[in-house]
């Protein structure tokens, strides 16, 4: 007779379990089908029996702020139980009901600890209490297996099993489901006695729904023994469930099989996925004993021939091959089991195809082996099935743009910086999604406008891969508008907003950029209103400088980017305030050595934007104010108490540069502090900033270089040892060729010695004898 | 005084000194053994690795180890247990020879000094001469006498042998059979069933010889490892050295200090894996500090002890004869010894325990002795 409630205790990834839900629900055709979801996750229940869709594949759940926007992963397989009750019960017209407490009452649970280290993105079942509840070890002992994984294998998986009678195998897992009573609770006590009393609920009201039943329920094993209690205690009432916050909304993500492997960090993880996929490709429904064999036989084959296959030195030959067979199931025979399971195989190979214990090709071997028994391919979700319009519009863009997203590996791609007509729309798409965050391509190198580095390089380098988190972090972005430059520019506005004033200036120059990259010129205007506001309180540098680069960069580039010209006028339009600002804040500017751009950087940015009218003219900007970078040097000059005095190297280098002046008094001032009793890094301070600011100086006027000369060569021994490290680093802005210049100025004798030392006179007649006695005199000049 | 008895023997073979358990199993065992096999290959199993009732674990280890052992002497191929020294893999042999075979004695010592000979067989030049080439003048080496009753043979320290004696094996062991050209038409000796060879190899051995491709293809290699657990280590080694101290008929009193071994025990561990069990990272020795090494040490103690010391073991006797085995023939080894005595037990002995305290102070007296010889 079936009874009223068939409940099947499972492991979420389990073929033998997903054949006995199978079978089950052919056979006794339930009128109700439940499973182990979020309760609010069921507007998703109908596109998951959809037929359409390719296993593996995930239910993401994501909530809205009010929620706590907490999102989950729940992933199945074409063999995890859940999979196939919601399919086989789809085409049976019946839609399966999704009986766990909801998503948005989680939120709630106080109990519940951050277990995720990357919240969202590992998926929430997790059975490790399967491994280490204390029933469960003491099973794993019975076996005699060395683990949880290869006893359940011996237990359940590599056992046959007949569709026409299930029961064997139902009452065994109720019984391996008892021994899991004591089983720590996971993510807390409360929210699992809530989960509990939501899932025994749930079936209690099907029940009554649905009269004589029967209703098949599918759920962990670790619920399974707490449900059944509940429901079979006369007057048990669940407790009052936690507040729901918020909503969920259900999506459908592309999985793949490598991250069921528990290796993934995936709690509900497997070992060795491909094994449990082969199993299943092999048989869904029956399984005999020879069947079970003849798994091991296949995979045992399957690696003679991926050893041919990969040119190993001695691939296993067929005697091996049997041999290794013959192993198997003598193993599993010692052991106590009907037929080989995946480690009784796994073993034999090794103990059969491995040929010495440090053999290069039997470790080859085990390689082969461990990739073969890693799990491959990816599902699919069809177009509109579960996708939120912005995934698709994203795909069609992709697909429209050459990028194959079928490919599970990351792809590289190279763009002319100078981009063509074709490249342009790739390069914006790109920009987009990086503005979107969600990790799907990465700029490994070429122009970068942010730092203004390499703007001179011809190509840029992107590396992109598409992957289920990406797609994840793409569903996440959903709200922010329905097709990629409206999601991206939602995007730059929400981080706009959220731009914290003590990093305003770095923030909101970084997204005009990565705006004007995505080629969203709509934004260009409130970021740089947004901008010039912040510029206004900034009383430092270094930001300002920082912005400065980026405008430049922005500005020397606009034409290749396609920057409209009202967007170029507002980038130009912000540059004169910017400068202004800049120059207000010389004075008190600190030397560090930590930030970009450096001071010596910005120092040179002001000189120049200072001196390039014509360059600013072709961008459309008025000439800036020369003489305010001139009045700022002087101010800075004659601050109380002085500035640093690199500080004041670097101030009378730019003026000097600027108006032109005294280079004698120049080098007295870049000298003075040499000879003098200052510590030596204080001491060269003023050299170094002076010739951070303009490098040219110790060799285009030869009375600084003098000066600096002398005041070096005042130094006793000790303190020139001392501030050698700190001449190092002073002279080290200038290159190689304008050292030898330097030297030249200094020096403009020829080096090398060209004529015999008076004090080697006496020498050089005997020395010229033995060498023409050995041979080695120079050939005589010509007369 | 009563003398106690003299044993027979210094040290029986296995299948003796568990002939009990062995007869048990036998009338016990109801599943299907392989041809010339005395037990089935769970009994065997169960032999090895005990059954927490009237048969004894022998072996401490993964089980999966055993059963790997076990299946592949049913094939084909023979089993080639390699580790390094003292992890076991010779008692391992011998266990797996007297449980299928009954008989652990078919054995081949190989060194440098192995000759064919050893392998296939030798004369009696006597008979030999009188008789000419016969039956009666051939004098069956262990291998020939397996092959001929389908016993195991087992081959200790294979790597040892110099590789054209090690490749008269490569023949054997595809065709099953030895070929005797002086007996003429009679000289084809035919494997029975049951015959196979367990062979041994260490890894640290230096000046061994490598296998050819050709014999590795006949063995199963199977690593042994160091005992991985540490509470079934010390009992093997309290185990072991209560049963060498019975055959030494050692006095009841001098019982034996768990505590005292756990020092040693704690100690070999340490500076095997060159971490302390607190986690410190240690230098490591490069001698052999195996369980084996560990009941030798053991057993050394425990008779200075009685004979030398107050009768009871403790930390200062361990300390004597561990710094020897730390030390072997290789002076660079004091310098991780003294750094372990200064880093750990030290330590140790200053948070109150009379066996560090003892074994610290003995093993630095012990150092000391051996820097003013």
Request: aromatic share 4%.
């Amino acid at each position: 007779m079936t009874p009223r409630l068939i409940l099947v205790p499972v492991r979420h990834h389990s073929p033998a379990c997903a054949r006995l839900v199978r079978a089950l629900l052919r056979l006794h055709r339930p009128a109700a089908v439940a499973v182990e979801l979020p309760a609010d996750l069921q507007p998703v229940a109908p596109l998951l029996g959809d037929a359409r869709l390719q296993p593996p594949a995930a239910l993401f759940a994501l909530g809205d702020a009010a929620s706590g926007g907490r999102s989950a992963f729940y992933p199945l397989a074409a063999f995890s139980p859940e999979w196939v009750a919601l399919q086989e019960a789809a085409a049976a017209g019946v839609t399966a009901t999704f009986i766990d407490l909801a998503q948005t009452r989680r939120a709630a649970m106080a109990e519940q600890p951050a277990v995720d280290p990357v919240p969202g993105l590992l998926p929430v079942w997790d059975e490790r209490p399967l491994a280490t509840a204390s029933g469960m070890a003491a099973f794993t002992a019975a076996t005699g297996r060395s683990d949880f994984n290869a006893a359940w294998d011996a237990a359940v998986e590599a056992q046959p099993f007949a569709a026409a009678d299930p029961q064997p195998l139902l009452d065994r897992l109720h019984r391996l489901a008892e021994l899991l009573r004591d089983a720590p609770p996971m993510g807390g006590e409360v929210l699992t006695v809530a989960r509990e009393d939501a899932m025994a609920e749930a079936l209690r009201l099907l029940l009554a729904r649905h009269g004589d039943g029967p209703v098949l329920a599918v759920v962990g094993a670790l619920h399974a023994p707490a449900i059944l209690a509940r429901l079979a205690t006369a007057g048990w009432q669940p407790s009052e469930p936690p507040p729901a916050a918020g909503s969920v909304t259900g999506y459908l993500v592309p999985w793949d099989h490598a991250r069921l492997e528990a290796a993934s960090g995936y709690r509900a993880g497997l070992v060795q996925t491909g094994w449990y996929l082969r199993s299943w490709q092999a048989s869904d429904s029956e399984r005999d004993a020879d069947s079970l064999h003849g798994e091991a036989r296949r995979f045992l084959l399957q690696v003679s021939r991926a050893a041919r296959a990969a040119k190993l030195s001695q691939p296993p030959a067929l005697p091996e091959v049997v041999e290794a067979a013959l192993a198997a199931r003598r193993l599993a025979a010692l052991r106590g089991g009907i037929a080989p399971t995946r480690s009784d195989t796994v073993e034999a190979a090794a103990l059969s195809f491995v040929r010495g214990a440090r053999d290069p090709d039997g470790t080859a071997i085990l390689a082969l082996i461990d990739t073969l028994l890693q799990g491959e391919g990816r599902g699919a979700v069809p177009e509109g099935l579960g996708r939120p319009p912005l995934v698709d519009d994203m795909r069609r863009r992709a697909a429209a743009l050459g990028l194959d997203l079928t490919y599970p590996d990351a792809q590289r791609l190279r763009l002319d910086a100078l981009k063509t007509a074709q490249e342009q729309p790739l390069a914006r798409f790109l920009a987009q999604l990086d503005l979107l965050d969600i990790g799907f391509a990465h700029r490994m190198a070429g122009p970068d406008l942010l730092t203004a580095t390499d703007l001179t390089r011809r190509s840029e380098d992107w590396i992109w891969r598409w992957t289920p988190e990406v797609e994840a972090r793409l569903i996440e972005r959903a709200m922010l508008g329905a097709d990629v430059p409206s999601a991206a520019a939602g995007q730059v506005l929400v981080s706009m907003a959220a731009v914290e004033p003590w990093a305003a200036l770095d923030r909101l120059s970084a997204l005009l950029v990565r705006a004007v990259l995505a080629d969203l010129s709509a934004l260009v205007e409130p970021l740089t209103a947004a901008l010039a506001q912040a510029v206004a309180t900034e009383t430092r540098l270094q930001p300002l400088a920082a912005v400065l680069v980026r405008l430049e960069a922005l500005l020397a580039t606009a034409e290749a980017l396609g920057l409209g010209a009202d967007a170029a006028a507002c980038v130009g339009a912000l540059l004169a305030p910017v400068f202004t600002a800049a120059c207000l804040a010389l004075p008190d500017a600190v030397p560090h050595d930590d930030l970009q751009p450096s001071p010596g950087d910005s120092l040179r940015l002001l000189r120049r934007l200072a001196s390039a009218p014509a360059e600013l003219a072709a961008w459309g900007v008025a000439p800036l104010p020369r003489t305010l970078l001139v009045q700022a040097a002087e101010l800075a000059l004659a601050r109380q108490p002085p500035a640093p005095l690199w500080l004041q190297g670097a101030c009378r280098a730019l003026h000097f540069a600027i108006t032109g002046g005294d280079a004698v008094a120049l080098g007295a001032a870049l000298a003075g502090p040499l000879a003098g009793t200052l510590p030596p890094d204080e001491g060269c301070a003023a050299l170094e900033g002076a010739l951070a600011v303009d490098r040219t100086l110790v060799w285009q006027f030869p009375q600084i270089a003098a000066a600096v000369s002398r005041g070096v060569a005042s130094l006793q021994e000790d303190a020139f040892l001392a501030a050698l490290p700190h001449l190092r680093l002073a002279f080290s802005a200038l290159t190689p060729a304008e050292i030898a210049r330097l030297v030249e100025t200094l020096d403009p004798q020829p080096h090398g010695v060209t004529a015999p030392l008076p004090d080697a006179a006496p020498l050089e007649a005997p020395l010229q004898a033995l060498l023409r006695r050995d041979g080695l005199h120079a050939p005589e000049a010509p007369t | 005084m009563p003398t106690p008895a003299v044993p027979t023997a210094q040290r029986l073979p296995a299948e003796r000194r568990f002939a009990e358990e062995l007869a048990l199993l036998a009338a016990e065992d109801s599943q299907p053994r392989p041809p010339g096999w005395q037990l089935s290959p769970q009994a065997v199993r169960r032999f090895i690795l005990g059954d927490g009732g009237r048969i004894s674990a022998k072996y401490v280890g993964e089980p999966g180890l055993v059963e790997r052992c076990i299946v592949t002497l049913m094939g084909q191929r023979g089993l080639l247990l390699v580790g390094e020294p003292g992890t076991a893999k010779s008692m391992l042999s011998e266990l797996l020879a007297a449980a299928i075979s009954g008989d652990s004695t078919l054995t081949v010592q190989g060194s440098s000094g192995t000759t064919e000979d050893h392998v296939r067989h030798g004369w009696n030049y006597a008979l030999l001469i009188g008789e000419g080439p016969g039956r009666r003048a051939l004098v069956p080496s262990p291998v020939l006498r397996a092959m001929e009753s389908g016993r195991l043979v087992r081959f200790e320290e294979i790597t040892r042998c110099p590789a054209e004696v090690q490749d008269v094996l490569i023949s054997l062991m595809s065709e099953r059979l030895m070929q005797i050209a002086e007996l003429g038409d009679d000289g084809t000796v035919l494997a029975r069933p049951g015959f196979n060879i367990v062979a041994t190899a260490n890894l640290r051995d230096r000046g061994t010889h490598e296998l050819s491709g050709a014999l590795k293809r006949r063995f199963a290699f199977e690593t042994v490892p160091p005992i991985a657990d540490f509470a079934a280590e010390l009992a093997l080694v309290a185990r072991e050295v209560s049963r060498l101290a019975a055959a030494d008929a050692v006095p009841a009193a001098a019982l034996l200090d768990l505590e005292a071994l756990e020092v040693l025990v704690t100690a070999m561990r340490e500076l095997r894996s060159g971490l302390s069990r607190q986690g410190a990272a240690l230098e490591r020795p490069t001698a052999v500090l195996s369980a084996a090494e560990g009941v030798a040490v053991g057993h050394a103690a425990l008779l200075d002890a009685v004979h030398f010391g107050n009768g009871r073991l403790g930390g200062a006797e361990v300390a004597r004869h561990l710094v020897g085995a730390v030390l072997q023939d290789d002076p660079s080894n004091a310098g991780p010894l003294r750094k372990y005595l200064m880093a750990v037990a030290r330590p140790r002995a200053d948070e109150g325990s009379i066996h560090w305290r003892g074994f610290a102070a003995a093993a630095q007296a012990r150092l000391t002795e051996r820097d003013a010889a």
